[in-house]
C-alpha cells in the first residue's frame, strides 16, 4: 500500500491526544527523520480519487495537526508508495520545510473574499445579446455590407467587453488595496488570487499571528460597514496557501 502526505511539522514536537482515522478510515501515524516528521497514513491508490468524504476527511487530518503544533500543509494526492520514501523526501528537502515552518510559526491563514456591486457578468459579451441587437432590423442583400455590420458589431462589442474589463480589474486591485491596509499590522503576508470570468471573486489570503485573529475580525466587521464590496471572512484554517512548491509527489 501508498502512503498518503498530510502534512510536515517539527520533531520532536507536540504529539495528538488521540489517534485520527485519515482516508479512507486507516489510522494516521507519523514518520520522523531528524527534526522533521510527516503524518501519513496507509491507503491504496484506488482509493485516491477526491470526493467530499475523502477530502473532508483529509482536511480534518491536517486541522488537527495544526491544533497542536505548526505544519505545513500538503496537497491532496501526494502520495509515495513506500514508508522508506517517506523518510528519503524528509531528508532530502529538509532545508526548504524547515524554512517553511519557520515562516509559518505561529500563524493560520484567514481568507478574504471580495465580491464588487457591479461584476464582470454585466459586460457585453461579443456575440450574445448586446451585439445580436446591433444587426437587428432590415438587411441589406449585399453580403459585403452584411459581414461589415457583422464586423463592426463583433468589434464595438469587444471594445466595450475590455473597457468593462480594464474598469472591473482596476475596482477589484483597488478594492484589495484598502483591505490590505486595513488589516495593516495584524497579518505577516498576504496572497492575492485574481479572479475569473468564471468565479468572478477576488480571493485574499492572510497568513496571521495566531493570537491576532480576534482584532482582525474586528477589523473585517468594520470594513464590511464601510466598504462598498462585498465581503466574506473564512478562517483560521491551516496556511494551505503558503506552502511554496515543493517535491512532486503522487
Same mark, same amino acid.
Given at each position: 500500500?501508498?502512503? $498518503?502526505?498530510?502534512?510536515?511539522?517539527?520533531?520532536?514536537?507536540? =504529539?495528538?491526544?488521540?489517534?485520527?482515522?485519515?482516508?479512507?478510515?486507516?489510522?494516521?501515524?507519523? %514518520? !520522523?527523520?531528524?527534526? +522533521?516528521?510527516?503524518?501519513?497514513?496507509?491507503?491504496? #491508490?484506488?482509493?485516491?480519487?477526491?470526493? +467530499?468524504?475523502?477530502? *473532508?476527511?483529509?482536511?480534518?487530518?491536517?486541522?488537527?495537526?495544526?491544533? %497542536?503544533?505548526?505544519?505545513?500543509?500538503?496537497?491532496?494526492?501526494?502520495?509515495?508508495? *513506500?514508508?522508506?520514501?517517506?523518510?528519503?523526501?524528509?531528508?532530502?528537502?529538509?532545508?526548504?520545510?524547515?524554512?517553511?515552518? *519557520?515562516?509559518? =510559526?505561529?500563524?493560520?491563514?484567514?481568507? $478574504?473574499?471580495?465580491?464588487?456591486?457591479?461584476? @464582470?457578468?454585466?459586460?457585453?459579451?461579443?456575440?450574445? @445579446?448586446?451585439?445580436?441587437?446591433?444587426?437587428?432590423?432590415?438587411?441589406?442583400?449585399?453580403?459585403?455590407?452584411? !459581414?461589415?455590420?457583422?464586423?463592426?458589431?463583433?468589434?464595438?462589442?469587444?471594445? !466595450?467587453?475590455?473597457?468593462?474589463?480594464?474598469?472591473?480589474?482596476?475596482?477589484?486591485?483597488?478594492?484589495?488595496?484598502?483591505? #490590505?491596509?486595513?488589516?495593516?499590522? +495584524?497579518?505577516?503576508?498576504? &496572497?492575492?488570487? !485574481?479572479?475569473?470570468?468564471?468565479? @468572478? &471573486?477576488?480571493?485574499?489570503?492572510?497568513?496571521?499571528?495566531?493570537?491576532?485573529?480576534?482584532?482582525?475580525?474586528?477589523?473585517?466587521?468594520? +470594513?464590511? =460597514?464601510?466598504?462598498?464590496?462585498?465581503?466574506?471572512?473564512?478562517? @483560521?484554517?491551516?496556511?494551505?496557501?503558503? &506552502?511554496?512548491?515543493?517535491?512532486?509527489?503522487?
Amino acid at each position: 500500500m501508498s502512503c $498518503l502526505f498530510y502534512c510536515i511539522g517539527h520533531h520532536p514536537g507536540p =504529539e495528538l491526544a488521540a489517534p485520527l482515522p485519515g482516508v479512507g478510515g486507516r489510522p494516521v501515524y507519523q %514518520v !520522523a527523520d531528524r527534526h +522533521l516528521k510527516a503524518a501519513v497514513s496507509r491507503i491504496n #491508490r484506488t482509493e485516491l480519487t477526491p470526493d +467530499l468524504p475523502r477530502v *473532508r476527511a483529509y482536511e480534518r487530518v491536517v486541522t488537527s495537526c495544526h491544533r %497542536v503544533g505548526t505544519v505545513v500543509p500538503m496537497r491532496y494526492g501526494c502520495v509515495v508508495d *513506500r514508508e522508506s520514501q517517506v523518510i528519503e523526501m524528509l531528508s532530502a528537502h529538509r532545508a526548504h520545510y524547515e524554512a517553511l515552518l *519557520r515562516e509559518l =510559526e505561529g500563524c493560520v491563514e484567514m481568507g $478574504l473574499r471580495v465580491l464588487l456591486p457591479s461584476g @464582470p457578468w454585466a459586460a457585453v459579451t461579443p456575440g450574445g @445579446p448586446e451585439g445580436c441587437r446591433e444587426v437587428a432590423g432590415p438587411h441589406s442583400p449585399d453580403p459585403a455590407a452584411t !459581414a461589415d455590420r457583422l464586423g463592426l458589431a463583433y468589434l464595438t462589442a469587444r471594445k !466595450a467587453h475590455y473597457d468593462h474589463q480594464d474598469r472591473w480589474t482596476t475596482e477589484y486591485r483597488q478594492a484589495a488595496a484598502r483591505c #490590505r491596509a486595513g488589516f495593516a499590522g +495584524l497579518f505577516v503576508k498576504c &496572497v492575492t488570487e !485574481a479572479p475569473s470570468p468564471r468565479l @468572478p &471573486v477576488l480571493s485574499l489570503y492572510f497568513l496571521v499571528p495566531a493570537p491576532a485573529v480576534t482584532a482582525f475580525r474586528q477589523v473585517f466587521r468594520r +470594513l464590511s =460597514e464601510t466598504e462598498s464590496a462585498r465581503l466574506l471572512l473564512s478562517g @483560521p484554517w491551516p496556511p494551505y496557501n503558503f &506552502v511554496t512548491s515543493g517535491p512532486a509527489l503522487g
